[in-house]
């Protein structure tokens, strides 16, 4: 169970002036289960990149896999795909329609076949996993708060119930703590349920929080994969891509340069916490 | 008086049911004191659904206070004549970049400013090639704004606004729809007027790491300004920051919870530099 | 897909044409529509041709892009030629069960069609070389005087020149929210006609409301610039005639003039 690609590569208007190649052959597995982030700046491909996992987008060249069986074979069932992966899309102001946010929740088991009680009981399971609460289902879905509408929006795809969660960019435009919030929320999604998350992101410091592994895009190709603190290591070249490492990385070089023992492969704020403690600790012996 | 003062600021939000009557209001805006310095570079912080927004609005005239008064420049942006030169010498940039563009190319929206205040055709050329060369965007006059990308369009928003020659200006989470690097584009640019132009800067913002540089900053909380004081001040109470539901960068973050650890470092420490000094004495 | 309409679209060069009046333009493309009415021989179509093909190479917009304008109009431009080919009586060459060609009715198809190409194309060289901008100010200079009636000309050229900007923004969110849609299994493109209006539901919902705020953002953006109606304000780029829009007018008119005398003569 995973999805595969293989040397994908995806040009927008071939054979124009308007020539780009948005996506140049690009391989990688996503095993299941796996918390994954992928990260790169506007235009790096990332986008086109998640709409290849689902079949919203076609390859110019090169295979998609999901579970072994190319996703563009003939007579595979891309509707069905889509079900079990889910993609939540960055503005849930594209997705939200209905009167009512269950209604709205329950549109995509609707799209799936299930009848109407089936489709409201997993609606209210979905939103119970996106963390919205019961007081809400009733309300409309352009009264909520930006928070709550991201956590609708995300319901309205988890109520397929898929094996597969792509998120892109859930935090645009949240404020730090609802930020953290829609993050835990993903991240205990993931352990509770053992679903694959993707999540898309331009902050370095959620990624380094967060997944078990992270995948850079530049210029339509894959620059780095691996895990955060391996890739972050490479925080000179991230700078020359305009992308930039946590800043916890910058301190730990500074700190390193400076003669301190520091583990300069540290990410986030408790890791470099417990470093310089230590090796603070030392010094003083 | 400063260029803005506000004094016992309150805005409410009125509710109406289908008929038209008044079914409940929301406080956004509770008793604000602000004023503020000609020249400075200001920061507002706060959560979404704080009232900074609100606050933003009342600067340019663009809403009215409920009770209490707001001046800008000296004049009270009650005043029904006063209104234009107000919004001229107040610019406003907002959130969406597309939503502010009106012009199809970029010179043109530049000028569109100019154009509303009456100025003759030769100013309005040479204020849009000042404003232009000023952000940045020369290069872009002839394109469709529509073509550039997020911190470009931010760029000519900023240069629509000081086209109009203003003293001061207020940028309402100008960043919060761009990436990072557009993120920086946007701020470098602000930055510059402020020193090279000495414009006033209210910057609208919860990204911690943009008010750093700040001559000082306020934050929001309910309507109401719960903290003020420079950058360091402010940055080093991590905890009544937390309960406001913003945080610190990570390096203040880092620095004061080596603090709480016993290590012995100043507090409020803002940039790597501080706490690498700080902690390799 | 509806990304393709280059109707209201730019095209930047620098050419004689983008730098003409926009009322010139505006004039020329009324005039050349007109003659395209007028035309009814061999030599008025010819001249047309000529006239076109002339204005094309001085606009500097490439063929290919012009000729883009009228793929949304293809289907449209298909039935009309074949109702003229099928229905018109006269001399016929060729039957098919009730379907006849005859000769009256190729002679008129063509003629159709080439004035429905011409059509389109006459008017998006006007559209690819003027900025919606000028156009909008070409059109509220050209009906000024209709504002002793009570026309409020500067609103309707302010929200056209609006509309226009805005045109390529709601295009591209259609196209996300319907992805965003399909991710759910929203079906597009299947079922009956009442199915498929139903379907549109979670399309124009989000598209709606997205337009409204835009609207409302947009508003309060022009008057946080001082924007209040067409009173005293000034032109950055006020409409002067040039010695060039001059020739440009002499032109138009030598052309229908010579268009109306082949009409008559021949």
């Known amino acids: 169970m995973s999805i595969k690609l293989e040397h994908i590569t995806y040009t927008y208007s071939p054979g124009t002036v308007y020539e780009m190649h948005a996506l140049k052959d690009v391989d990688m597995e996503i095993p299941d289960g796996q918390f994954m982030g992928i990260i790169g700046h506007t235009g790096s491909g990332k986008s086109t990149l998640i709409q290849h996992f689902n079949g919203l987008m076609k390859p110019t060249s090169g295979k998609v896999l999901y579970n072994g069986q190319d996703i563009w074979a003939e007579k595979y069932d891309r509707q069905k795909l889509r079900s079990k992966v889910g ?8 997705q939200l329609f209905e009167a009512e946010v269950l209604e709205d929740v329950c549109f995509g088991p609707k799209n799936l076949g299930l009848s109407k009680e089936e489709a409201e009981e997993r609606a209210v399971r979905a939103l119970t996993q996106a963390g919205l609460s019961e007081k809400f289902y009733k309300s409309s879905p352009f009264e909520l708060s930006g928070g709550q509408k991201r956590r609708a929006a995300i319901a309205g795809v988890l109520a397929m119930e898929p094996e597969v969660l792509i998120l892109d960019e859930p935090t645009a435009g949240l404020d730090p703590q609802g930020r953290d919030e829609i993050l835990d929320q993903i991240a205990s999604l993931h352990s509770l349920r053992g679903i694959t998350v993707i999540l898309v992101s331009h902050s370095m410091e959620d990624i380094a929080k967060y997944v078990e592994r992270m995948i850079v895009m530049n210029k339509g190709e894959k620059a780095f994969d691996g895990v955060p603190r391996e890739v972050f290591s490479h925080y000179k070249e991230l700078e020359a891509m305009g992308l930039a490492a946590p800043q916890i990385t910058y301190i730990m070089h500074a700190l390193g340069e400076r003669g301190l023992h520091v583990d300069t492969s540290a990410t986030t704020v408790e890791e470099a916490k417990a470093s310089i403690l230590q090796a603070l600790e030392r010094l003083d012996k | 008086m400063g260029i803005v003062k506000a004094i016992k600021l309150v805005h409410d939000y009125y509710k109406y049911d289908e008929s038209g009557h008044v079914e409940g209001t929301y406080r956004a805006l509770d008793n604000v004191e602000l004023d503020i310095e000609a020249g400075q570079f200001i920061a507002v912080l706060g959560h979404n659904g704080s009232g900074k927004s609100t606050l933003a609005k009342h600067i340019n005239a663009l809403l009215f206070p409920t009770e209490g008064a707001l001046w800008l420049d000296g004049m009270n942006t009650t005043e029904e004549e006063d209104i234009w030169k107000i919004r001229q010498k107040a610019g406003m940039v907002f959130q969406n970049p597309d939503n502010q563009i009106i012009g199809t190319v970029v010179e043109e929206d530049v000028g569109f400013g100019p154009e509303n205040m009456g100025i003759p055709t030769d100013d309005i050329w040479q204020r849009v090639n000042e404003s232009l060369e000023a952000v940045g965007m020369t290069a872009y006059r002839h394109h469709s704004p529509n073509k550039l990308s997020g911190g470009q369009k931010q760029r000519v928003a900023i240069a629509g606004v000081m086209a109009m020659h203003p003293k001061c200006i207020i940028l309402d989470e ?14 470098r640019a602000v930055k510059e007027l402020n020193e090279k132009e000495g ?61 709480q650890a016993g290590v012995k470092i100043p507090a409020g420490i803002l940039t790597t530099e501080e706490l690498v000094n700080a902690l390799c004495q | 897909m509806i990304r393709d309409i280059t109707i209201g679209q730019y095209y930047p060069a620098d050419s004689i044409l983008h730098r003409l009046d926009p009322r010139v333009k505006f004039v020329g493309t009324i005039m050349f529509l007109v003659s395209l009415f007028v035309a009814n021989s061999f030599w008025g179509y010819l001249l047309a041709t000529v006239f076109l093909a002339a204005v094309i190479i001085m606009s500097k917009v ?26 018109i009586p006269g001399k016929v060459l060729w039957q098919f069960w009730i379907f006849k060609i005859t000769q009256e009715g190729i002679l008129q198809a063509v003629k159709i069609g080439i004035r429905l190409i011409y059509l389109v194309i006459g008017s998006s060289v006007m559209t690819l070389t003027t900025t919606p901008n000028q156009l909008t100010d070409g059109l509220e200079r050209l009906m000024r005087p209709l504002n002793k009636i009570r026309v409020p000309v500067h609103d309707i050229a302010m929200m056209m020149s609006i509309a226009l900007r805005f045109i390529p923004i709601l295009m591209e969110e259609t196209d996300k929210i319907m992805k965003a849609q399909i991710a759910r299994g929203a079906d597009f493109e299947n079922g009956n006609l009442i199915q498929k209006a139903k379907n549109l539901l979670p399309l124009l919902v989000p598209l709606f409301i997205s337009a409204f705020r835009r609207a409302d953002d947009l508003a309060m953006a022009m008057e946080a610039r001082c924007y209040h109606g067409g009173e005293n304000r000034t032109s950055m780029k006020p409409l002067k005639y040039h010695s060039r829009d001059t020739s440009a007018y002499l032109c138009i008119f030598l052309y229908l003039a010579a268009d109306i005398a082949i009409r008559v003569l021949i």
């Open chain 1, 87 to 94: 993609l939540v899309f960055q503005y849930p102001e594209h």
């Open chain 3, 62 to 87: 490439p063929v290919k892009f012009m000729l883009k304008g009228l793929k949304p109009l293809f289907f449209i431009l298909l039935i009309t030629v074949a109702f003229n080919l099928f229905l």
């Open chain 2, 199 to 259: 414009i006033t800067v209210v910057l609208i913002t919860h990204y911690m790491e943009e008010v750093v540089n700040a001559d000082k900053v306020f934050v929001m909380d309910q309507g109401k300004v719960v903290m003020q004081g420079t950058p360091r001040e402010v940055f080093s109470r991590v905890e009544e920051l937390k309960s406001y539901r913003l945080d610190v960068p990570q390096v203040t973050l880092l620095a004061y919870e080596l603090k």
């Open chain 2, 174 to 187: 100008p960043t919060a729809m761009l990436d990072p690097n557009g993120r920086k584009e946007v701020l």
